[in-house]
């Protein structure tokens, strides 16, 4: 769960076999900010799973639905991983040669101020749910 003021908010967690082989990790942090002050205005977040099978990490790009529908901030965030507009009870996947990362929205509440509506979190909760292919 990421809550306003969270300014260094960066989850991550080991992926291990039941028998305790390390299979890979998994995590979110934030990946853009928007306006200026503080605390920082968090309008998207990065999930991303790291298989040791695998070459590549897998990123997706959970974004605001202001950040979703801003084609310069949507084009721009794009280059870290599939962009996807955060909706409440969205299950995003994530895959890679032998892991599945299942990221669902459980909660998610939006700031509010100056800024454009519905830009930035002020409460996010992700449930993360990973398996084996």
């Not at 200026?36 to 974004?63: R, S, Y």
């Not at 996947?93 to 892991?99: D, F, G, I």
């Not at 669902?104 to 509010?112: E, P």
Request: aromatic fraction near 10%.
């Amino acid at each position: 769960t990421y809550v306003a003021g969270d300014d260094l908010f960066d989850d991550s967690f080991s992926i291990d076999s039941p028998s305790g082989e390390f299979l890979g990790e998994c995590g979110v942090g934030i990946s853009e900010t928007i306006g200026v002050g503080d605390p920082k205005k968090v309008t998207a977040f990065e999930v991303w799973l790291f298989d040791k099978n695998d070459i590549q990490t897998v990123t997706k790009v959970l974004m605001s639905q202001h950040a979703f529908n801003d084609t310069t901030i949507n084009q721009r965030l794009a280059s870290k991983g599939e962009p996807v507009v955060v909706e409440p009870g969205k299950i995003v996947l994530l895959e890679t040669a032998t892991l599945q990362l299942e990221a669902r929205v459980v909660d998610i509440n939006y700031g509010k101020g100056a800024l454009p509506e519905n830009s930035f979190f002020d409460r996010l909760t992700l449930e993360l749910a990973i398996w084996p292919k």
